[in-house]
């Protein structure tokens, strides 16, 4: 079966860290990979799409990774910071073309500690 | 731009009840999309449309029924609402196809009594 799986529901790590989220898929072959933040109560916010002939892309302090052999993107935050407390969210086109949708993981929420 | 805009931000029906979840976005995107999102359930695709009198049924239709009369507006229509609606429900706009990066708007809160 078709899944998408964000390995941690929730992940605390102290302010200037590096945070790290998984997202692991089976049965796609997604043309790229997006990654979201939402903040409580609002909508989710685009933050990095990745390709799937781009092993990574960086935006900032944001730098995402695309592994289509093992079926994984990692999205890192370097030096964290307590604003970017809020939920993660990858998502992948279904490899549908035209007709494609875009599915989405649980999410992971990410607290990050003064 | 006020992006994409949905009303109400929150709503409490009775069951059999119907109503209708307005969304409008104002950067002449083609493509729009209906989600709803439950705790542990991530976000699912509910209806979508790639342009004006042109819709389709995402993963979870049932209960649902979409128009888009214009390339603004994309409203959802709950028939006779059900606890099981009872949900968080976003609007979302693209631009170059419905896989495109997704423009959200605020979400509406829905409870079915």
């Known amino acids: 079966s078709q899944k998408i799986e964000q390995n941690s529901e929730a992940l605390n790590i102290q302010e200037g860290k590096t945070a790290t989220l998984t997202c692991n898929y089976t049965?796609?072959?997604?043309?790229?990979l997006q990654w979201y933040r939402q903040d409580p109560g609002r909508g989710p916010v685009f933050l990095l799409l990745?390709?799937?002939?781009?092993k990574e892309k960086r935006k900032e302090r944001l730098k995402v990774t695309f592994d289509t052999t093992l079926k994984q993107s990692l999205f890192h935050i370097t030096a964290s910071q307590p604003a970017d407390s809020a939920t993660y969210l990858c998502?992948?086109?279904?490899?549908?073309?035209?007709?494609?949708?875009?599915?989405f993981g649980k999410g992971t929420k990410l607290s990050v500690k003064p | 731009n006020a992006g994409v805009t949905q009303t109400p931000k929150f709503q409490v029906l009775k069951t059999g009840q119907s109503m209708t979840l307005q969304c409008a976005q104002d950067?002449?995107?083609?493509?729009m999309s209906w989600y709803r999102q439950d705790p542990g359930m991530g976000l699912r695709l509910i209806h979508y449309?790639?342009?004006?009198?042109?819709?389709d049924q995402g993963e979870v239709p049932n209960g649902y029924n979409v128009s888009r009369s214009t390339t603004e507006d994309f409203p959802l229509r709950l028939l006779s609402a059900a606890p099981s609606q009872t949900s968080v429900y976003f609007c979302?706009?693209?631009?170059?196809?419905?896989?495109?990066?997704?423009?959200f708007g605020p979400g509406t809160r829905l409870t079915v009594l």
């Open positions: 049965n796609y072959s997604p043309a790229y």
């Open positions: 950067m002449n995107h083609e493509y």
């Open positions: 998502a992948l086109d279904n490899g549908g073309g035209s007709q494609g949708n875009l599915i």
């Open positions: 449309s790639v342009g004006a009198g042109i819709t």
């Open positions: 990745i390709r799937e002939n781009e």
């Open positions: 979302a706009s693209s631009h170059f196809r419905v896989t495109d990066t997704q423009y």
